[in-house]
């Protein structure tokens, strides 16, 4: 049994959902471990963001989202409004802001004290419903998916862009 774990690096834009197409990511991942058969796993550690499994679209918005996605956008926004006040959900609570304010890098979470910097719990919600992580088959040393399916990680959180990361494990003979 073989097993290959690599992580990788994602750039979030911070101003609307981020979608990113990593299935080159994870093909060269099984082919990099040498698994024949076996599984790949595809986790984000962020709770604001989310793997899925989905067609790809071909037709994009003028901001680059492809039409399944802004579609997936407009569903979920239809359930989970935007965070655009801090009447819009309980989270985050006087106890959370408190907290967050109290750590060494309170500024990187909450630049100049604007507290409004934490309005992510459509995020938060949006990712646990799609769930943080994927797993696929390796069939004969392949991705075993579809030719129209491809594997996605997405940022739901708008508050501002930063570094992700994304954890691939193959595992298998």
């Given amino acids: 049994m073989k097993m290959f774990k690599e992580k990788i690096e994602l750039k979030s834009k911070g101003s609307i959902p981020t979608y990113i197409d990593i299935t080159k990511e994870v093909r060269k991942a099984i082919e990099d471990s040498e698994v024949e058969n076996g599984i790949v796993t595809v986790v984000s550690p962020h709770t604001t963001c989310a793997v899925f499994y989905e067609e790809y679209a071909h037709d994009e918005n003028e901001e680059g989202v492809e039409s399944l996605q802004q579609d997936l956008n407009n569903a979920l926004e239809k359930i989970i409004p935007y965070h655009t006040s801090a009447d819009t959900f309980i989270y985050p609570g006087e106890e959370h802001y408190q907290a967050v304010e109290s750590w060494p890098n309170a500024d990187e979470y909450l630049p100049n004290g604007d507290r409004s910097a934490l309005w992510n719990g459509d995020a938060h919600l949006k990712a646990t419903i799609i769930g943080s992580s994927e797993?696929?088959?390796?069939?004969?040393?392949?991705?075993?998916?579809?030719s129209t399916g491809y594997i996605y990680f997405v940022d739901f959180d708008t508050t501002r862009s930063r570094t992700r990361k994304c954890s691939i494990t193959v595992i298998g003979e």
Avoid at 135 to 146: A, I, M, P
């Fill in 135 to 146: 797993s696929f088959d390796v069939e004969k040393g392949n991705l075993g998916v579809g």
